[in-house]
């Protein structure tokens, strides 16, 4: 290092932040993206479910619009960069990696369908008594 160099802390400190708040939209947009794409696969089979009158329609349908309300909020600094710049922030060496991303939302709408179908199809889970084991004691 060069003796009439000085390491400036600020200068550091602020290249630090533009480039971790770039990798952030950036990342955060792609993976909004892919989640956006999955929650409308979701919704189509449970429009397709529910129109055939199935009972896994309609939990579906609402997986899919929670889904993509998250997605589409996390997505909201890479629409505003959009926006303004026209690109996403340049990131230098990322690579999308879509199979990562997909299979990340796949392991969250797997979580989120069956939480939504629990409470659609067993609503009230926490009005049950814990007396079944005592009533079944009393039975014996």
């Not at 919704?43 to 896994?56: E, P, T």
């Not at 505003?80 to 060496?93: A, I, Q, Y």
Request: net charge neutral; proline share 4%.
């Amino acid at each position: 290092m060069d003796s009439s160099e000085a390491f400036n802390l600020q200068e550091t400190i602020k290249a630090i932040q533009q480039a971790f708040s770039a990798v952030v939209v950036h990342v955060f947009f792609d993976a909004g993206l892919h989640g956006l794409c999955l929650a409308m696969v979701v919704g189509v089979i449970g429009y397709v479910l529910r129109s055939k009158g199935k009972k896994q329609g309609k939990p579906l349908i609402n997986v899919c619009r929670k889904l993509a309300v998250f997605c589409l909020a996390i997505m909201v600094p890479g629409f505003v960069s959009l926006l303004m710049t026209h690109s996403l922030p340049p990131v230098g060496v990322y690579n999308v990696n879509s199979l990562g991303f997909i299979c990340f939302w796949n392991l969250v709408v797997l979580f989120i369908c069956a939480e939504e179908m629990n409470h659609q199809f067993f609503p009230g889970g926490d009005s049950h008594k814990d007396s079944d084991l005592a009533s079944s004691e009393a039975h014996s």
